[in-house]
């Protein structure tokens, strides 16, 4: 110790040994910051800063080295070759040291690189020292050559196992000044145990030596180089990297971070947290930011939580890999998409569920229902006389109406229902946890609040609703079942006269479910070409000779075969298919007439509802003009029960028809809607007498005075008398001594297809057949 403290007081220049150890401080912090760089940057950029790290220590040593031996007393001139030599040496393995110190694992690379530290500052000492061996005398003492060896790789190890850790600032100062005790102790000691004695005169080769000038001069020269790398470094790690690093990300708010924690965060962000940004320096991200999901998330704000997208790199920031964050405010794409899917599942009319919506969620709940054994109820609810409104009112005035259902929808279920409009008039109700009377009580007080709504409602005060409710599982167990069983139950409540509540009935409601059936049925049944035509002969009362023929609609039904109106004609008139089947049977009753004998009139019977459509008439003309059949030979027969809409329409199309030279018959009269009134006041032709007073004639003396009484007021009208139901001879016999103009009936032809040559059959007392 004596001699290492009386080398350095005495045999030093203490000012440019002060240079020496400041150029080592320089450069190792340089280096080791570039170490630290090395270790965080992006691979690419990793190897150029392990090289220039090594090349910055290899100098660093280097020149501490030369500048102590400027620094001692002794001239001595340097061989350039050594000299050379020693820095490449110095260069080279610290660069080893330093891909050793990144390439290895923590501990295993700690040890070697603080080795190879070691080493390049003792084999640089070695050699440097023997540049100056043509000029001096150099005398060592090999324990100061050990305990230099020992204590330089002693510091060297310590320095890298300090630097294997994440790198603060007091962790990289600390590293630092461990390699500048490693260079210094490694040199000092060294030359402590140096006798050296100068050799004169010097050399006289002045190439192969440089003097003391010569070396300053050298040392000048990597000091500057080793200054100016670490201002060009720190420069970069400052300035260009953040601009390079900002420049990458894109997003709205941008937050860096190492370790979770925040090294930058720009104004988007600061300002979505409401905090200062030097309120966020060394706060975790995960106090701001809550992850639901690799790309969705929510920032706390002082606002409130706000949806973002996150979107996440990894960046080179101020030379060290970070991990970037990009947060993108999601809240008025959120907003979008639920008003989107808002509009995929809800009827944007009223903001209940629409079909699809309520389909889907009911199929789960039953599915549910299915797991739990709990019930669950399904109403279908369909406005009555809902169309009237449309019509008086005008649409927007409809619309207003479905509004106010839905309202009423919405306050007589609880949360847990799900309501869906179905159809334009047409609402469904799921209930789960619902048995049967629960929901016929809940049904029950929606009818009172929607009574009670629009009862006194300007505008639909006349407006019902009638409800079908079918449960599961008792009524079935899928959605579908339900709502068949539900729509079954629904058709009942609306037949039995609206404004009704119906619990779904299996025997009753298979009826009503085979009249729809049916009804669907006739729709397609034109189309399939099922229906044709039979004709029954309408004859002269005293000769018998056949006046004309009454057309009569049968019915080819693939499964009941023949069928008669008496069995659909009521669910034609209820779905409205009467009138298509109606217009089939003019056009083809015309057509088949046409080839009769020029003197029989054809006799068709108009439904009401076809006597109050407004395109009889047209469909009149069509008949009568593609088959050539005179108007004159055309009688069309109209029930009393037609007549009992009081409307215009019906008496100008009556008087249309007959302008036309159609004749018009009443028929079925006396049969339960008779009306004196309606034979003055529609231009009538004949009256048809109901068959049911010629079937009461022999038990019922009434009959007969009725039917007195009929046909005195047709003669009296002036019109034709044709009396119905004439079966057997008796009957023919007292109906002649009415005096009627026509009969008919079995006696004298069931109805049968024409032929073409002859219709009906021959009458029992007659030896003529009847015409064609």
């Known amino acids: 110790m004596v001699a290492l403290v009386s080398c350095i007081a005495q045999q030093h220049n203490f000012p440019l040994l002060s240079v020496a150890v400041c150029v080592c401080v320089a450069g190792n912090l340089a280096a080791v910051f570039m170490l630290s760089r090395a270790r965080q940057c992006v691979r690419v950029h990793r190897n150029l800063w392990l090289i220039v790290a090594g090349f910055v220590l290899g100098g660093t040593i280097w020149a501490t080295h030369f500048l102590a031996m400027l620094a001692y007393n002794i001239p001595v001139s340097y061989q350039l070759f050594a000299t050379g030599t020693s820095i490449l040496v110095a260069v080279a393995i610290s660069c080893l040291g330093s891909f050793a110190t990144v390439g290895m694992p923590r501990r295993r690379g700690a040890v070697t690189s603080g080795c190879f530290l070691g080493l390049a500052i003792g084999a640089m000492h070695t050699i440097g020292l023997s540049a100056i061996w043509n000029s001096a005398y150099v005398e060592t003492r090999a324990d100061t050559v050990i305990a230099a060896w020992l204590l330089g790789l002693l510091f060297t190890v310590a320095a890298m196992f300090v630097s294997c850790c994440e790198l603060t600032r007091i962790r990289l100062v600390f590293t630092a000044l461990l390699l500048v005790a490693a260079v210094l102790s490694h040199h000092l000691i060294s030359m402590s145990g140096l006798r050296i004695v100068p050799l004169y005169p010097g050399p006289e080769n002045g190439l192969t030596f440089i003097n003391r000038i010569g070396i300053a001069a050298a040392v000048c020269v990597v000091s500057s180089l080793l200054i100016s790398a670490g201002v060009a470094a720190l420069f970069f790690d400052r300035?260009?990297?953040?601009?390079?690093?900002?420049?990458?990300?894109?997003?709205?708010?941008?937050?860096?971070?190492?370790?979770?924690?925040?090294?930058?965060?720009?104004?988007?962000?600061?300002?979505?947290?409401?905090?200062?940004?030097?309120?966020?320096?060394?706060?975790?991200?995960?106090?701001?930011?809550?992850?639901?999901?690799?790309?969705?998330g929510s920032v706390d704000s002082p606002s409130g939580q706000i949806p973002v997208e996150v979107v996440e790199g990894v960046i080179e920031y101020r030379g060290r890999e970070t991990i970037v964050y990009g947060l993108r405010d999601i809240s008025e794409r959120l907003?979008?998409?639920?008003?989107?899917?808002?509009?995929?599942?809800?009827?944007?009319?009223?903001?209940?569920?629409?079909?699809?919506?309520?389909?889907?969620?009911?199929?789960?709940?039953?599915?549910?229902?299915?797991?739990?054994?709990?019930?669950?109820?399904?109403?279908?609810?369909?406005?009555?006389?809902?169309?009237?409104?449309?019509?008086?009112?005008?649409?927007?005035?409809?619309?207003?109406?479905?509004?106010?259902?839905?309202?009423?929808?919405?306050?007589?279920?609880d949360q847990t229902a799900?309501?869906?409009?179905?159809?334009?008039?047409?609402?469904?109700?799921?209930?789960?946890?619902?048995?049967?009377?629960?929901?016929q009580d809940v049904a029950a007080e929606f009818a009172s609040r929607f009574r009670s709504t629009f009862t006194s409602h300007t505008k639909a005060a006349a407006l019902g609703v009638s409800v079908g409710i079918a449960a599961f599982p008792t009524h079935g167990d899928s959605l579908r079942q339900l709502q068949n069983n539900a729509d079954a139950a629904l058709?009942?409540?609306?037949?039995?006269?609206?404004?009704?509540?119906?619990?779904?009935?299996?025997?009753?409601d298979q009826q009503m479910r085979e009249r729809r059936r049916l009804e669907e049925e006739l729709r397609r049944a034109v189309k399939a070409q099922e229906f044709f035509l039979l004709y029954q002969p309408i004859v002269d009362a005293q000769s018998g000779l056949p006046q004309g023929y009454e057309a009569l609609l049968r019915w080819h039904h693939p499964t009941y075969g023949v069928l008669s109106p008496a069995v659909f004609i009521d669910a034609a008139e209820e779905s409205g298919s009467i009138v298509e089947i109606g217009e089939w049977v003019l056009r083809e009753a015309c057509h088949q007439a046409a080839g009769w004998n020029e003197n029989l009139f054809l006799a068709v019977n108009i439904s009401p509802r076809q006597l109050l459509s407004p395109n009889l008439l047209?469909?009149?003309?069509?008949?009568?003009?593609?088959?050539?059949?005179?108007?004159?030979?055309?009688?069309?027969?109209?029930?009393?029960?037609?007549?009992?809409?009081?409307?215009?329409?019906?008496?100008?199309?009556?008087?249309?028809?007959?302008?036309?030279?159609?004749?018009?018959?009443?028929?079925?009269?006396?049969?339960?809607?008779?009306?004196?009134?309606?034979?003055?006041?529609?231009?009538?032709?004949?009256?048809?007498?109901?068959?049911?007073?010629?079937?009461?004639?022999?038990?019922?003396?009434?009959?007969?005075?009725?039917?007195?009484?009929?046909?005195?007021?047709?003669?009296?009208?002036?019109?034709?008398?044709?009396?119905?139901?004439?079966?057997?001879?008796?009957?023919?016999?007292?109906?002649?001594?009415?005096?009627?103009?026509?009969?008919?009936g079995f006696l004298f032809g069931r109805p049968g297809a024409y032929d073409g040559r002859s219709v009906g059959r021959r009458h029992p007392r007659s030896s003529r057949t009847l015409p064609s």
Do not use: W
Request: aromatic share 4%.
């Open 239 to 296: 300035y260009l990297t953040d601009v390079k690093g900002l420049a990458n990300a894109t997003f709205e708010a941008i937050v860096l971070t190492r370790a979770g924690v925040i090294v930058h965060a720009n104004e988007q962000f600061v300002s979505m947290v409401g905090k200062s940004p030097a309120e966020l320096k060394a706060r975790r991200l995960e106090d701001f930011l809550r992850q639901s999901g690799a790309t969705q």
């Open 618 to 744: 047209d469909h009149v003309n069509a008949a009568l003009k593609a088959s050539g059949l005179s108007a004159s030979r055309l009688e069309l027969e109209v029930t009393e029960t037609s007549l009992l809409e009081d409307r215009i329409e019906v008496a100008q199309s009556l008087q249309a028809l007959k302008a036309q030279g159609i004749k018009l018959a009443m028929d079925d009269y006396g049969s339960g809607f008779s009306s004196m009134t309606n034979l003055r006041r529609y231009p009538f032709d004949k009256l048809k007498i109901d068959r049911s007073y010629v079937s009461a004639l022999d038990h019922d003396p009434g009959a007969g005075v009725i039917l007195d009484c009929a046909l005195a007021l047709g003669r009296g009208l002036g019109l034709k008398i044709v009396v119905e139901g004439i079966e057997t001879e008796e009957q023919r016999a007292l109906i002649s001594t009415k005096g009627p103009d026509l009969v008919q």
């Open 335 to 413: 907003e979008a998409h639920q008003r989107l899917d808002h509009l995929a599942s809800h009827d944007p009319l009223t903001s209940l569920l629409n079909r699809r919506a309520f389909n889907a969620r009911s199929d789960e709940m039953i599915r549910q229902s299915h797991v739990s054994g709990s019930a669950t109820s399904l109403l279908i609810l369909d406005l009555d006389r809902f169309k009237t409104i449309n019509d008086v009112h005008g649409h927007l005035d409809g619309d207003q109406v479905l509004q106010q259902v839905a309202d009423v929808l919405r306050s007589s279920f």
């Open 418 to 439: 799900l309501i869906g409009r179905i159809g334009g008039d047409e609402f469904s109700v799921l209930l789960p946890a619902s048995d049967i009377v629960r929901a």
């Open 491 to 508: 058709y009942r409540a609306k037949a039995a006269g609206r404004g009704q509540i119906c619990l779904f009935d299996r025997v009753l």
